[in-house]
């Protein structure tokens, strides 16, 4: 095999590639490697390149044992990124050369990092409940056994500890449902206006500090959207509850749909504390709260938002949340007409 061939080889490789000399000087690169680095690299020494002792080590020992071998490198260029560097001599034909690959495994490491924090997260989350719940039960076997009015308070926490792992439960199959068919577009056609009409009546009737502080600018003759019913409706409700609930008592919460080109848009404006702006980008991240006793004293299990930018993704809308400490929130969903 001639030297050329090995560069055609390299040029038709999805991932960046190059081909060195055994003083690691760049005979060639395709086209991945050099958007990679920015930069023509053939004919530079590897090591003004990539300056990684372990890609260095990686090289000799190939050259060293004519084997094939690997090692992880993470590489700081606009953002930090893991890579696995493969090195493997190449002999014959008068053509004494080093193949060196890098396959990007950041979204490999990333899964396996949100893996391990959804377990830690879940075990966290379910750990309080069933503590509370076993020290209860400890209670009503012993020095409660034959309290009667012990016995009826605790039985009132043991259905609110349940009734918050069953929350959470239910969330957790929600998303797992989510993501199984997040890449399957919805089918139903939905009225916007009427649906959130529906949804603030509901509200206004489940709490009492709800009634009549959302008011709804809407116009009637807007089209219909292709969506699912079910899903844009827990969407819109945990929203508006959340504006709800998060401001201040009888302040109003300022709901307004309209149409802007192809897309409805639709936004929600609350009076409350307001969001300071290091946790606005990690809202939607899963059991991420601002303020964690707040929301599980109000019953909020820390799925809602992500449960909300997955059905979205599917409907292929957009989220965005904007806020200011001591004065609100505002939060815009943006979906196609």
Same mark, same amino acid.
């Given at each position: 095999?001639?030297?050329? &061939? /090995?560069?055609? #080889?390299?040029?038709?490789?999805?991932?960046?590639?190059?081909?060195?000399? /055994?003083?690691?000087? #760049?005979?060639?690169?395709?086209?991945?490697?050099?958007?990679?680095?920015?930069?023509? $690299?053939?004919?530079?020494?590897?090591?003004? &390149?990539?300056?990684?002792?372990?890609?260095?080590?990686?090289?000799?020992?190939?050259?060293?044992?004519?084997? %094939?071998?690997?090692?992880?490198?993470?590489?700081?260029?606009?953002?930090?990124?893991? /890579?696995?560097?493969?090195?493997?001599?190449?002999?014959?034909?008068?053509?004494?050369?080093?193949?060196?690959?890098? #396959?990007?495994?950041?979204?490999?490491?990333?899964?396996?990092?949100?893996?391990?924090? =959804?377990?830690?997260?879940?075990?966290?989350?379910?750990?309080?409940?069933?503590?509370?719940?076993? @020290?209860?039960?400890?209670?009503?076997? !012993?020095?409660?056994?034959?309290?009667?009015?012990?016995?009826?308070?605790?039985?009132?926490?043991?259905?609110?500890?349940?009734?918050?792992?069953?929350?959470? &439960?239910?969330?957790?199959?929600?998303?797992?449902?989510?993501?199984?068919?997040?890449?399957?577009?919805?089918? !139903? +056609?939905?009225?916007?206006?009427?649906?959130?009409?529906?949804?603030?009546?509901?509200?206004?009737?489940?709490?009492?500090?709800?009634?009549?502080?959302?008011?709804?600018?809407?116009?009637?003759?807007?089209?219909?959207?292709?969506?699912?019913?079910?899903?844009?409706?827990?969407?819109?409700?945990?929203?508006?509850?959340?504006?709800?609930? /998060?401001?201040?008592?009888?302040?109003?919460?300022?709901?307004?749909?309209?149409?802007?080109?192809?897309?409805?848009?639709?936004?929600?404006?609350?009076?409350?504390?307001? #969001?300071?702006?290091?946790?606005?980008?990690? %809202?939607? +991240?899963? =059991?991420?709260?601002?303020?964690?006793?707040?929301?599980?004293?109000?019953? @909020?299990? !820390?799925?809602? $938002?992500?449960?909300?930018?997955?059905?979205?993704?599917?409907?292929?809308?957009?989220?965005?949340?904007?806020?200011?400490?001591?004065? @609100?929130?505002? &939060?815009?969903?943006?979906?196609?007409?």
């Amino acid at each position: 095999m001639q030297n050329h &061939v /090995y560069l055609n #080889i390299v040029d038709a490789l999805p991932h960046p590639a190059l081909i060195l000399d /055994y003083e690691y000087k #760049i005979q060639n690169a395709n086209s991945a490697a050099e958007n990679l680095f920015e930069a023509g $690299l053939a004919g530079l020494d590897f090591v003004r &390149v990539l300056r990684q002792p372990g890609a260095i080590e990686c090289l000799s020992k190939a050259v060293k044992t004519g084997e %094939l071998k690997t090692c992880d490198l993470v590489l700081h260029l606009q953002t930090p990124r893991t /890579y696995k560097a493969s090195a493997a001599s190449l002999v014959g034909a008068g053509c004494d050369s080093i193949l060196f690959t890098l #396959i990007d495994i950041s979204a490999e490491i990333d899964a396996e990092k949100s893996r391990s924090t =959804f377990v830690a997260n879940v075990s966290h989350e379910l750990r309080s409940p069933l503590t509370s719940l076993m @020290g209860i039960v400890e209670t009503l076997q !012993g020095p409660a056994r034959e309290d009667v009015k012990a016995r009826d308070n605790f039985l009132g926490l043991m259905h609110g500890e349940t009734q918050r792992m069953s929350r959470l &439960v239910g969330d957790l199959l929600s998303l797992s449902k989510l993501e199984a068919k997040e890449h399957l577009p919805p089918k !139903g +056609e939905v009225g916007i206006p009427r649906l959130i009409r529906q949804i603030i009546a509901v509200l206004s009737e489940s709490k009492p500090d709800y009634k009549n502080r959302v008011v709804l600018t809407a116009s009637d003759d807007l089209p219909p959207i292709t969506g699912d019913r079910d899903e844009l409706t827990e969407v819109f409700q945990n929203l508006i509850e959340n504006a709800l609930k /998060y401001s201040e008592p009888k302040t109003q919460v300022e709901v307004q749909i309209f149409q802007a080109e192809d897309t409805i848009k639709i936004t929600i404006k609350d009076k409350g504390e307001g #969001i300071a702006p290091e946790h606005l980008p990690r %809202l939607t +991240e899963r =059991f991420y709260r601002v303020d964690k006793g707040r929301s599980r004293d109000a019953g @909020g299990t !820390g799925l809602g $938002l992500a449960i909300t930018k997955h059905i979205l993704n599917r409907h292929r809308g957009r989220l965005s949340i904007e806020s200011a400490v001591g004065v @609100g929130s505002f &939060v815009s969903v943006v979906l196609p007409a």
